[in-house]
């Protein structure tokens, strides 16, 4: 008889996500021990959608991705958490090969990193913008917290971590306006985060960081191989980081006019 893998709970951040979280659902629910939808008060059909699927559903009001995250873990029930966003589904394969890391984790091993395919305009360019673009995912519940960090934060753990092979497959990038409004709001995640390290505007960072990122993409990672998609998604790059610059100089410019 095949030892059962240890416990697992799947929390899902939301909200407005209610375009993608019936298929995800579908896909976590008949094989997590306990799923979780921590929603920051969606109004669009995110509740009962979560509802329909008779899963634990629980509403709790956003500050930043990391600290909302930190907040839902120690309520899983169980000793191992998966965290998946809801514009994002488990290949068929990492469902398996979570299962076999579970079962056979040692005791010092406290994390698995998981490779990600993000998608534009629904398809795959290659295997993955910035594939693997490893990300902070499945940890122990008791081992594992979120950095203090606005913006893009990963999970740290004191023991051992791995990596795994299958991915999770990212359809985020719909549109340009989609694109541009959520990073308004990651603009200013990332000011946070300047201002918190005591960072200043500088020439290298508006002009030079956006201009690295680019050719790092186009020319590093082979984007040029990709034709105008490949050249538009490294664009787009470096315009997010030009603006984050933007924001910082914007920022200083108005706190110095107004003393």
């Not at 959608?49 to 930043?64: G, P, R």
């Not at 203090?148 to 985020?172: F, M, R, S, T």
């Amino acid at each position: 008889m095949e030892e059962r893998r240890p416990g697992l709970t799947v929390i899902i951040p939301a909200f407005n996500v209610a375009k993608w979280l019936d298929r995800l659902l579908k896909t976590v629910t008949p094989w997590a021990d306990e799923v979780i939808v921590c929603d920051s008060f969606s109004t669009d059909n995110t509740a009962n959608i979560a509802k329909e699927n008779k899963v634990v559903f629980i509403q709790h009001a956003y500050i930043n991705s990391a600290t909302q995250k930190n907040w839902i873990i120690p309520q899983a029930s169980h000793p191992w958490v998966m965290v998946i966003d809801a514009d994002e589904l488990p290949e068929p394969a990492l469902l398996t090969e979570i299962d076999l890391f579970l079962r056979n984790a040692d005791s010092l091993t406290d994390m698995a990193f998981i490779p990600r395919k993000n998608m534009i305009w629904g398809e795959l360019l290659g295997k993955g913008i910035n594939y693997p673009d490893y990300q902070s995912r499945l940890f122990r519940r008791d081992k594992g917290k979120y950095q203090d960090k606005a913006v893009h934060a990963q999970v740290e753990v004191p023991g051992k971590i791995v990596y795994l092979k299958n991915a999770l497959l990212h359809d985020d990038f719909k549109n340009t306006s989609t694109w541009w409004l959520r990073n308004d709001r990651y603009y200013e995640y990332e000011l946070q985060e300047l201002i918190k390290h005591n960072k200043r505007w500088s020439f290298t960072l508006q002009y030079l960081k956006p201009l690295y990122v680019f050719i790092k993409m186009y020319i590093g990672k082979g984007y040029f191989l990709h034709g105008f998609k490949g050249f538009y998604v490294c664009f787009q790059w470096a315009i997010y980081y030009f603006f984050v610059g933007a924001r910082l100089y914007e920022y200083e410019y108005l706190n110095k006019k107004g003393s």
